[in-house]
Nanobody, 126 residues
């Protein structure tokens, strides 16, 4: 199982970025996928997740209406589209796969996840 992230970078307040998480060794129908972030000096926190059957999605309150999680089954890739970015969104972002979640549920806590991407930096300037 491997998760490879791309995207991220530097953007001004109000800008947009799209993160990608391409994985191998499993298919989207196998595991729930989550996006997490960790800012310096802070704990890792859940940002969004999607269940294996694609029917359940979750967003943390601070990103609702701004971030969108989506999938491309043919490419075995999960995306996190981030719009109206704020300086508070600055962090290293990680995607992760949860092998233990039911098909119709995705976990919002990081320690439920088994496999992780390498992380990508997102910096939003004020």
């Amino acid at each position: 199982v491997e998760l490879v992230q791309s995207g991220g970078g530097f953007v001004q307040t109000g800008g947009s970025l799209r993160l990608s998480c391409a994985f191998s060794g499993f298919t989207l129908n196998d595991y729930g996928i989550g996006w997490f972030r960790q800012a310096p000096g802070k704990e890792r926190e859940g940002v969004s997740c999607i269940s294996a059957d694609d029917d359940s999605k979750w967003y943390r309150d601070s990103v609702k209406g701004r971030f969108t999680i989506s999938t491309n089954d043919a490419k075995n890739t999960v995306y996190l589209q981030m719009n109206s970015l704020e300086p508070e969104d600055t962090a290293v972002y990680y995607c992760a796969a949860d092998t233990g979640a039911p098909d119709d549920y995705c976990n919002t806590i990081w320690n439920a996840y088994d496999y992780w991407g390498q992380g990508t930096q997102v910096t939003v300037s004020s």
